[in-house]
């Protein structure tokens, strides 16, 4: 009868059991590097928004590009107190744009401006306060842009 022929890791049990562990330790590290990098949820932390009765002119002094606050400061000094709390202001209107079943309310709210300020992303129609010469809104303030506009959501025409 011909000699049954072994395969490799039949004959060297030790070398298999070797190969197995280095595989399922790389796949475990690749997991934990895919996992927490990628994968991983993290808690986002809710903030409950606060009024700020603050003027669009004494928000945007701290962010415009006459600001003597750097960048870093910038952006700690927008997370830590404006980032997610509401706000009352008075602007004139540029238009409403409708896109995809939402609108949004472009507004100037700089008294000698004549660029877009504001950005709303609004909870009603606001193709009547787009024909209104000065608007009066709430809204949750998002994020700033690098010298353009500022952009918020859930705004309403309160005035």
């Not at 870093?72 to 209107?93: G, I, P």
Request: glycine share 6%; with cysteine; aromatic share 12%.
């Amino acid at each position: 009868m011909p000699e049954e022929k072994k395969s490799f890791l039949s004959k060297h049990p030790v070398i298999g059991a070797l190969l197995l562990i280095v595989f399922l330790v790389g796949l475990a590290l690749a997991y934990s590097y895919t996992y927490g990098k990628y994968l991983k949820k993290t808690d986002a932390s809710y903030k409950t928004p606060v009024f700020i009765n603050e003027s669009f002119e004494e928000v945007d002094k701290n962010f415009n590009v006459k600001s003597a606050l750097t960048n870093e400061e910038q952006d700690k000094l927008f997370d830590e107190k404006y980032r997610y709390n509401a706000f009352k202001w008075t602007c004139r209107s540029l238009g409403c744009v409708k896109l995809v079943g939402k609108t949004t309310l472009k507004l100037v709210c700089r008294t000698d401006g004549f660029t877009e300020d504001l950005r709303l992303g609004m909870n009603e129609d606001c193709t009547d306060a787009a024909n209104l010469p000065e608007v009066t809104v709430t809204f949750q303030l998002l994020s700033k842009t690098e010298g353009e506009y500022y952009v918020g959501r859930a705004g309403k025409v309160v005035g």
